[in-house]
């Protein structure tokens, strides 16, 4: 939330100066107002998609299981780490590292990098698996016993 506020702050701010430019004006204002409509997915600069979810780590991993299983990705491993799990994944011509960190025993998040290739990273289906995962977990679908 107070990202987002910083944003419009800034956005904001350029406006005043743009007064006689209504074009970029508008696209700045609506770009400003759009900021944070992804369903509380967050990008970084290098690709990676976030998000926090109301959950816990095992019942994220189940739902990540079940979200990869769904999409037809291959998981090439699910190894415990210090701070929750990695598991790593394989389609096509794409490589999918996704890292579950436990916040408290009901918050995990998840960071997911979808890799096409040395340079490019897919953020669109980064996005796709964290919005997937998070609609098992808001529905309550049934994991089965393959998840675990």
């Known amino acids: 939330m107070r990202r987002q506020v910083v944003r419009v702050m800034i956005a904001g701010a350029l406006l005043v100066n743009l007064q006689g430019c209504a074009a970029v004006a ?3 204002l ?4 759009s ?3 992804s369903a509380g997915i967050d990008y970084t600069m290098n690709g990676a998609a976030t998000r926090t979810f ?7 991993r189940g739902a990540v299981l079940t979200t990869l299983r769904r999409m037809a990705i291959t998981v090439k491993a699910d190894a415990s ?3 929750g799990r990695k598991i790593v994944a394989q389609a096509i ?18 960071r997911v990098v979808v890799k096409q290739g040395i340079f490019f990273r897919d953020r669109a289906t980064a996005g796709e698996i964290i919005a997937k995962t998070g609609q ?3 529905n309550g679908t049934k994991i089965t016993s393959n998840a675990n």
């Open 54 to 60: 109301t959950a816990g780590h095992d019942q994220l």
């Open 81 to 83: 780490t210090d701070e």
């Open 35 to 37: 900021v944070g409509g």
């Open 30 to 33: 609506s770009a400003g107002a």
């Open 26 to 28: 508008l696209t700045l």
């Open 136 to 138: 098992i977990v808001e």
């Open 93 to 110: 011509d794409r490589s999918v590292e996704i890292e579950l960190e436990r916040l408290t025993t009901k918050a995990t998040r998840m």
